[in-house]
């Protein structure tokens, strides 16, 4: 399998030009889903001067196999957010983003989702509002490699 390696650097920046895409949309609240959007969400809450935010679990993958089930908690109360900026680092196959959506969608009909990974697969079920790259091989993120023994 070909794999990119997704340095700090190169994230830095992206994350710092993915937040300048979402500002048309001025999102009063960020919604990272662990664990790969909460590096992303962390740095444009910084860069967004905002502590609203916040984290939901999913679990679909085991390291790079995907897994048959798709598991959503710890959903945080969106009851006061108007305007939410869902985060993660990639679509992939789109599914869990899907599920995550349809979930908030129901749970809180008065807020406004919007999406905003770094990496897009334009095959996937769903695609983001707000994203930058295409993803061609399998990214190792460096939160994901780096503090890893081998």
């Known amino acids: 399998m070909e794999k990119y390696y997704y340095g700090y650097e190169e994230f830095a920046g992206d994350a710092l030009a993915l937040t300048h895409k979402i500002k048309e949309f001025n999102p009063d609240t960020l919604l990272a889903v662990a664990r790969g959007g ?70 809180y009909p008065h807020c406004e989702f919007k999406l905003a990974t770094i990496f897009y697969k334009p095959t996937a079920v769903i695609q983001a509002d707000y994203t930058l790259k295409k ?11 780096d503090l890893v023994g081998e």
């Open 38 to 107: 909460l590096t992303l969400g962390h740095f444009m809450a910084q860069a967004m001067d905002t502590r609203r935010l916040f984290a939901l679990n999913s679990i679909h993958y085991d390291k790079t196999r995907k897994l048959d089930t798709l598991e959503i908690f710890n959903v945080p109360d969106l009851s006061t957010a108007k305007k939410v900026l869902i985060v993660d680092d990639i679509i992939d196959s789109g599914e869990t983003l899907r599920e995550v959506l349809n979930m908030l969608g129901d749970q």
């Open 135 to 145: 993803a061609h091989d399998w990214i190792d993120f460096f939160w994901e490699v």
